[in-house]
């Protein structure tokens, strides 16, 4: 049985690089926080959920039925 490999959209690569930024917006906190307080969460809370809203627009079908 072979599997099939589907080409993913741009909105999926391009959600994943957001979601990167994210990450690093993590190890990077305690320095953001000093020079933007509060908006430092709201930074990372914002690249996090258009991330994750771009990630999941990629869905194209509904995935196949269990064996």
Not at 4 to 12: A, D, G, L
């Amino acid at each position: 049985m072979q599997l099939k490999t589907s080409k993913r959209s741009h909105n999926f690569w391009i959600g994943n690089g957001v979601l990167t930024v994210a990450m690093l917006t993590l190890f990077f906190m305690g320095t953001l926080s000093e020079a933007l307080g509060i908006w430092a969460a709201v930074l990372w809370m914002v690249l996090a959920a258009v991330g994750m809203a771009l990630v999941m627009s990629d869905k194209r079908e509904e995935p196949p039925a269990p064996d």
